[in-house]
């Protein structure tokens, strides 16, 4: 069955810096729309950054600037470049793989901005 697999959460202080990644196994990235989303304790489950196969970009207005999604087909990994992190950023971080009527989600990683 498909597997997306995130790394890369941590404890950071505001201003700080991390990338998450999310591999992907039994399953074709190139095909597949990429998406980073994040949910907050209280809150719902919201779109950070949307990547298309043709490696278009999307971003919620509030990461716009600070952060970046990007692919790697080879490696079947999808990340997301944050910085200038906040203590709104606080979440768990979910990536995303769609393609026609399927949709797969991983595990999640948490992100804790805090000083």
Known sequence: ????????????????????????????????????????????????????????????DSVKGRFTISRDNAKNTVYLQMNSLKPEDTAVYYCNAAVGRGSWWGQGTQVTVSS
């Open 1 to 60: 069955q498909v597997q997306l697999v995130e790394s890369g959460g941590g404890l950071v202080q505001p201003g700080g810096s991390l990338r998450l990644s999310c591999v992907g196994s039994r399953i074709i990235f190139s095909i597949n729309n990429l998406s980073w989303y994040r949910q907050a304790p209280g809150k719902q489950r919201e779109l950070v950054a949307f990547i298309t196969t043709g490696s278009n970009t999307n971003y919620a």
